[in-house]
C-alpha cells in the first residue's frame, strides 16, 4: 500500500519493523505499546498467565479507547520546552498508539506466535528483524548477546545488563557488529530536559563541577528490600510451618512467616526458565513477578533500577567515565536481598579540562543536604540530582526533566542554553520509536549500547562495593582499574578476613548457559 493511502503518522508494510518481545508479560508489554506502528511477530515470556493477561489489558484497552482525533498540527513550544525539542517534534507527527493497537488487537494477535523459551523462539522464528529484552535483569545479557549473533536489532531494558563482565561483552559485541542498532531503554535519556541540562552544564552556566548528589525514594514502596529469604521447605510435611515466636531474633521470624506463603509453582510458569543463568532457588511468590529486582540473585535494586534515569545525566554531561574510588554504606544487609537504604560513593578522576568529581548516590529515602537556594522549598521526594559548580548550581528530576539554575536569578539571567545536542522526536514518549528510527536509517540512536554499557558499569559498581563490604564487614571502599576492569585492593576484614572484590565483578552461569 502506499504511504498516502494509509494516513498520517502510519506507515507502508514495506517500511515496517518486524518485532519480538521476550518478557512480555511485564515492561516488554508497555515497549511493545510504543512499537505497534510497527510488525509484532513474537511474543515470550516465561509466564503464560502473565502473557495472558497482557493481551486481555491491551485487548480491553483497545475497545474502550476512543477514536483518533485529527491530527494536531505540529507542536508548538510547552513551558519549558526548548526551540530545538519544538523543531524535532515537527519532523512528524506523534505516533498514533490506540490506533496502533486497536489494529494489533485485531490484525497481529490472532497470528502471533508465542514462545516460554528465547533460544526456541530465535532458532525456529526467521522473519524477526528485531528484539526487545525486558526480562528480569540477570538475563538481558544472554537474550541480547543471542539475538545480536544473529544479526538482529535489540532495545534492552534497563539496567543493561547484572554484571560488569557481561556490559563489557554487550559493548564489544555491540563494537563488532556496527550494523546491529543498539538501545538501553531509559527513555529519560532521550527527554528534552536531559539535553537541556547538558547544554547548561557544558555551556559552563555553573562553571566547573565538582560534586554532584541524586537520589532516588526507590525502593520505597515499589518492591521489598531488606528480608530473609524464605525458610526451606519441609520434606514430606504440607502444613504451614510453626512461627519460632517468641523469638529474641526478627530474622528467622520473617523467613518463617514467609514460608507460610510458600506456594506450588504455577503451572503457567516455568520456574527453570526464570531462573535461567541465576543460580537454583526454590520458588515462593514473593520472587515472582516483580518483586524479583530486590534479591541479588535476579535484581539490581533501587541503584540498577533507577540509576539509569539519574546517574545518566551527570555520566554525560559530565563526561564521567569510569570511577576509580567506590565506597557503598547500607543499612543491614544480608546479602541474598538488597538493603532497605544505600549510599554510594565515587570518586572520578580529571577528565581533560575538566576537573575530579565526588558523585553520591542516595536511595530508600536518604536524601543530600537540601541547597539553600530553595529557601524552604523540599527536595523532590521522588528523587533528583544536584550538580554543585563555581559559580551555581544545577537541579534536574528523574529522568533529567526541569533542569533549572540556582539561584533563581542565575537561571533567569542565562534563560536557555546554547543548543548543543539534537533532540529526538517526542522526546522520551517514544524513545522506543528512536529505535526504530535508527533501523530504518531516518535518526541517530539515542543511547546505545557504546553508552549504555559503561553507564551500567558505573551502577554495578557500587553493587560490588555494597556486595564485598557485606561478605567482609568493617570496609566497603574498592580502587578500580577500569581500563583492565579489575578492582586493585581488596578489603580486609577483623580476623584477618579478606575478600577479593572482583569475585562481584561476573558470576558463574548455571548450566548448561553460558555468556556467548
Known amino acids: 500500500l502506499p504511504r498516502h493511502v494509509l494516513g498520517r503518522g502510519f506507515q507502508a508494510p514495506s517500511d515496517t519493523v518486524n518485532i519480538a518481545t521476550v518478557g512480555f508479560g511485564g515492561m516488554g508489554g508497555s515497549n511493545t505499546r510504543r512499537l505497534m506502528s510497527q510488525n509484532i511477530v513474537a511474543i515470550c515470556d516465561v509466564d503464560d498467565a502473565l502473557v495472558d493477561a497482557q493481551l486481555k489489558r491491551m485487548q480491553d484497552d483497545a475497545t474502550s479507547m476512543p477514536g483518533s482525533p485529527p491530527q494536531a498540527p505540529p507542536q508548538t513550544a510547552m513551558a519549558g520546552m526548548s526551540k530545538a525539542q519544538v523543531t524535532a517534534n515537527a519532523r512528524r507527527p506523534r505516533i498514533d498508539n490506540a490506533a496502533a493497537l486497536r489494529r494489533f488487537t485485531s490484525e497481529q494477535i490472532p497470528r502471533l506466535k508465542r514462545y516460554r523459551d528465547y533460544r526456541e523462539m530465535l532458532d525456529k522464528q526467521k522473519d524477526i528483524d528485531a528484539i526487545v529484552v525486558a526480562t528480569p535483569d540477570h538475563m538481558h545479557a544472554v537474550v541480547a548477546l543471542a539475538a545480536m549473533d544473529l544479526n538482529k536489532h535489540v532495545y534492552v531494558q534497563k539496567p543493561l545488563c547484572w554484571s560488569v563482565e557481561e556490559a563489557r561483552a554487550l559493548a564489544k559485541r555491540a563494537k563488532e557488529k556496527p550494523g546491529v542498532v543498539t538501545q538501553m531503554g531509559n527513555q529519560g535519556h532521550s527527554s528534552d530536559g536531559s539535553r537541556t541540562g547538558y547544554e547548561y552544564i557544558r555551556g559552563g552556566a555553573i562553571g566547573e563541577v565538582r560534586e554532584v548528589h541524586v537520589w532516588t525514594n526507590r525502593p520505597l514502596g515499589f518492591w521489598p528490600q531488606g528480608i530473609p529469604r524464605p525458610a526451606p521447605l519441609v520434606a514430606g510435611t504440607s502444613a504451614p510451618r510453626p512461627l519460632r515466636f517468641p523469638s529474641g531474633r526478627v530474622t528467622p521470624l520473617m523467613a518463617d512467616a514467609l514460608y507460610r506463603e510458600a506456594a506450588a509453582i504455577p503451572s503457567t510458569l516455568s520456574w527453570d526458565l526464570f531462573l535461567g543463568v541465576a543460580p537454583d532457588v526454590d520458588y515462593h511468590p514473593i520472587y515472582h513477578p516483580h518483586h524479583w529486582r530486590g534479591w541479588v540473585d535476579w535484581g539490581q535494586g533501587a541503584l540498577g533500577d533507577m540509576g539509569a534515569h539519574l546517574i545518566d545525566h551527570p555520566f554525560k554531561a559530565l563526561n564521567l567515565g569510569l570511577p576509580t574510588v567506590i565506597e557503598t554504606l547500607s543499612t543491614p544487609f544480608n546479602g541474598v536481598c538488597f538493603p532497605h537504604a544505600t549510599t554510594t560513593y565515587y570518586q572520578f578522576p580529571a577528565r581533560g579540562d575538566m576537573p575530579a568529581v565526588k558523585l553520591t548516590w542516595y536511595d530508600g529515602g536518604l536524601t543530600p543536604p537540601r541547597p539553600e537556594e530553595l529557601g524552604e522549598e523540599k527536595l523532590n521526594g521522588e528523587g533528583g540530582i544536584i550538580y554543585v559548580g ?47 528510527e535508527a533501523i530504518q536509517s ?29 561478605k567482609t564487614p568493617g570496609d566497603s571502599k574498592i580502587h578500580y582499574d577500569g581500563a583492565n576492569m579489575r578492582v586493585t585492593n581488596t578489603i580486609k576484614g577483623p580476623g584477618g578476613t579478606a575478600t577479593d572484590p572482583n569475585e562481584f565483578l561476573r558470576r558463574e552461569y548455571r548450566a548448561p548457559w553460558k555468556l556467548t
Request: with cysteine; hydrophobic share 40%.
Open 442 to 470: 531516518k535518526a541517530p540512536i539515542s543511547c546505545p549500547f557504546e553508552y549504555a554499557a559503561p553507564l551500567t558499569e558505573v551502577m554495578l559498581l557500587g553493587i560490588v562495593s555494597l556486595r564485598a563490604g557485606q
Open 390 to 436: 563555581s559559580k551555581g548550581k544545577m537541579m534536574q528530576l528523574t529522568y533529567g526533566h526541569e533542569p533549572r539554575l540556582l539561584p533563581k536569578s542565575l537561571h533567569d539571567r542565562i534563560g536557555e542554553p546554547k543548543p548543543l545536542l539534537p533532540r529526538i522526536a517526542h522526546a522520551q514518549d517514544e524513545h522506543e520509536m528512536n529505535w526504530i
